[in-house]
């Protein structure tokens, strides 16, 4: 059992900031990578932000130079701080998590509720 909850999203206005957080707890021996997608109305789901559990990171292209994404691995907690915001990044934000279930030790991706960004022009 890993739960992943998410806060810190909004409403902001162009050129804007905001940090979101994401807190895993439950039964798990590990979280490997660790990450942000996004999802806006009628659009597919992409990945914003990843990073290893040894801090290497990937970002889409969209948000390279604006978003930074990193973690507290003492705390289990991803973070995404979120700058120079567009419009365009206006989706529902969801953590995502590659954990080692305590339980029956299986390797799976476990995901968020979600949060909302809205970004206004």
């Known amino acids: 059992q890993v739960q992943l909850v998410e806060s810190g999203g909004g409403l902001v206005q162009a050129g804007g900031s905001l940090r979101l957080s994401c807190a895993a707890s439950?039964?798990?021996?590990?979280?490997?990578?660790m990450g942000w997608f996004r999802q806006a109305p009628g659009k597919q789901r992409e990945l914003v932000a990843g990073?290893?559990?040894?801090?290497?990171?990937n970002y889409a292209d969209s948000v390279k130079g604006r978003f930074t994404i990193s973690r507290d691995n003492a705390k289990n907690t991803v973070y995404l701080q979120m700058n120079s915001l567009k419009p365009e990044d206006t989706a529902v934000y969801y953590c995502?998590?590659?954990?080692?279930?305590?339980?029956?030790?299986?390797?799976?991706?476990?995901w968020g509720q979600g949060t909302q960004v809205t970004v206004s022009s």
């Open positions: 439950g039964s798990f021996f590990a979280i490997n990578a």
């Open positions: 995502n998590a590659e954990a080692v279930e305590a339980v029956r030790g299986i390797v799976d991706d476990y």
């Open positions: 990073i290893t559990r040894g801090g290497i990171t």
